[in-house]
């Protein structure tokens, strides 16, 4: 491991990553700021992408293709599906999939366009890393599905389409899109997120009240997981 890119959407979730780090270097790309550090002897560049997946990707690809980053680590904050997921609570992602994307009008499930595939897994070794990180420290972590799409989940109309039709845990507007960019470009990756809200109505005073807690969960998670990469 040479280089470690750790994405948040948010800056409200990459604040609390950034505030354990000194000598931060930014450089400017894309209309994004890339925050680069050095961390007991490890390069690690930290960026948020802005809000959804077109974002999302461009600062995946950016940190694998011009920082050359060789892990990729996502941080932040989801609506829960799974009942057992209450706000504050960790999930990380063992696979994730797009439920917004949708031909089924050509017979498609939904999720699946030609070429691609309706779930991509994350990466095993960095995924057995986090739990044992977990066991340690003894953090209460789910592993589960993220489903990830371009909207603001707050009806339980939709998030029980999603679990219905995807079988997932949480939902949430980045991490599938980040997990089509490594998959494609064979670098190993991790999604964290800390629930913010339930993703039904109410979802959007939640979200607003638990973002920065919820965000520091995952946040001084990731940390304990980066120390022992
Ligand atoms: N991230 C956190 N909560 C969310 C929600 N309800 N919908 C989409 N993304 C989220």
Request: aromatic fraction near 8%; include cysteine.
């Amino acid at each position: 491991m040479t280089k470690i890119a750790i994405m948040g959407a948010m800056e409200e979730e990459i604040e609390p990553l950034l505030a354990h780090f000194d000598n931060v270097n930014i450089v400017e790309f894309a209309n994004n700021k890339y925050y680069e550090v050095s961390y007991k002897g490890v390069e690690i560049v930290i960026a948020y992408s802005k809000i959804g997946k077109v974002f999302a990707s461009l600062t995946a690809a950016t940190m694998i293709e011009k920082f050359e980053c060789d892990t990729l680590l996502f941080s932040g904050v989801a609506g829960g599906i799974n009942p057992k997921l209450k706000i504050g609570d960790l999930i990380i992602a063992d696979k994730l999939c797009q439920h917004d994307l949708d031909i089924t009008a050509f017979g498609h499930p939904n999720g699946f366009v030609p070429g691609g595939s309706v779930f991509v897994e994350t990466s095993e070794k960095l995924r057995t890393i986090a739990k044992d990180v977990a066991k340690e420290n003894e953090l209460n972590v789910i592993e589960g599905t993220i489903a990830t799409g371009d909207q603001f989940v707050h009806s339980s109309e939709r998030k029980d389409f999603i679990e219905s039709t995807f079988k997932a845990d949480a939902l949430e507007m980045e991490g599938a899109s980040v997990a089509v960019v490594c998959d494609s470009l064979n670098v190993p990756f991790f999604v964290l997120r800390a629930i913010s809200d339930s993703a039904d109505g109410g979802a959007d005073i939640d979200f607003d009240e638990f973002l920065k807690s919820s965000a520091i969960n995952s946040a001084n998670y990731m940390i304990k997981i980066v120390d022992k990469l």
